[in-house]
């Protein structure tokens, strides 16, 4: 039979949480907080896509504000593909400076709205 102290340092151990490693942004190549764990489709799937990733919240806003669903579809369907682009890169050198849990409103670009 176990006393109160045994007993309190046993349960302690077992109910101790398990750390789980966060997924990595394919885009930014930092973790990603619960709170900003955003799914992407590579592919829309208004133009037939199915597999999602995890992306930042920003960098996946980001991409959404810089790119139609058709270019997407087309010639940006892979996170290497985003990555080789001017303007992902440039966001991403200055995303990644930010912390983790860092979000900010995105704004379309002015290719977008016109």
Excluded at 12 to 19: I, N, R, S, W, Y
Aim: hydrophobic share 35%.
């Amino acid at each position: 039979m176990l006393g109160k102290i045994k007993r309190r340092q046993s349960l302690g151990k077992a109910a101790a949480p398990k750390v789980q490693a966060l997924p990595i942004c394919p885009l930014c190549m930092r973790e990603i907080p619960v709170s900003e764990q955003d799914a992407h489709h590579f592919v829309p799937k208004s133009k037939g896509g199915r597999e999602t990733r995890l992306l930042h919240r920003i960098c996946h806003r980001q991409i959404h504000a810089l790119y139609t669903e058709s270019e997407l579809a087309r010639r940006l369907n892979t996170a290497e593909a985003l990555l080789a682009e001017a303007q992902i890169q440039t966001f991403v050198a200055w995303v990644q400076r930010k912390p983790n849990h860092f979000y900010e409103k995105s704004r379309k670009s002015a290719l977008r709205r016109s």
